[in-house]
């Protein structure tokens, strides 16, 4: 069974070397066959660069630790050294890293994430990224071009809005594209009843009810359906 660590979303550079040591730990210690980690996009910032191949060495070498009162510097330059000597022992895992948008694979949210993919080097796994299956020039030429969207959840002509940025770039495309169109927040509930004029559907949908006096402000301002 794989190793699946997620949730890594704590502020700070300080707060993420705390969390990978243990992630490495677990993997030292469980010895998946497998293993996938996420984290936020900004941890792949120039920045964070050097840092960023510390953690994906040490997940390719969980058994080659930190000696005692070693800096992450020093014990990154040895990993480079035995990493570059090509004669990997004992345990290690042939790792990939990509920044994938989760909304270019059907989730109704656009969501970017960083993800460490490993498997053990003894399995001789060959493995690759996903290709994505959904883009949003597909649900701009579905809202834009051709309509089909907006006919398909009844919406009407004065509540069909498109940023006036998206317009143009739909109006821009040569042909439809191949892809599926992103889902939206519409296409994500559109099913369910409306929980002001039918409280009761909070007893079919967990969850799913009213609540008066919500408003919008800066920074809290919901997710657009479109």
């Not at 996938?36 to 792949?44: A, D, P």
Request: hydrophobic fraction near 35%; avoid cysteine; proline fraction near 7%.
């Amino acid at each position: 069974m794989p190793a699946v660590f997620n949730g890594w979303e704590h502020k700070g550079y300080s707060d993420r070397r705390d969390m990978f040591p243990q992630a490495v730990r677990s993997v030292r210690e469980i010895r998946p066959k497998a293993f996938l980690f996420e984290n936020v996009k900004g941890l792949t910032r120039s920045s964070f660069s050097a840092y960023f191949e510390y953690v994906r060495l040490q997940l390719t070498y969980p058994e080659l630790t930190a000696k005692r009162g070693e800096d992450w510097i020093d014990h990154l330059t040895r990993l480079e050294k035995y990493h570059t000597a090509g004669k990997p022992t004992g345990l290690h895992y042939n790792v990939l890293t990509q920044v994938l948008n989760a909304a270019y694979y059907g989730v109704p949210q656009r969501r970017e994430r960083v993800l460490f993919v490993g498997f053990r080097s003894d399995l001789g796994i060959e493995w690759n990224f996903p290709k994505p299956t959904h883009s949003h020039d597909a649900l701009l030429w579905e809202q834009v071009r051709s309509g089909k969207y907006w006919d398909r959840y009844q919406v009407s002509s004065k509540q069909r809005q498109v940023a006036d940025r998206a317009a143009a770039r739909a109006i821009k495309l040569a042909e439809k594209p191949q892809l599926k169109a992103w889902q939206t927040v519409r296409y994500a509930i559109h099913d369910l009843p409306d929980p002001e004029s039918e409280p009761n559907g909070s007893i079919l949908h967990h969850n799913h009810f009213f609540q008066p006096g919500a408003r919008s402000y800066p920074g809290h301002t919901g997710s657009p359906l479109d």
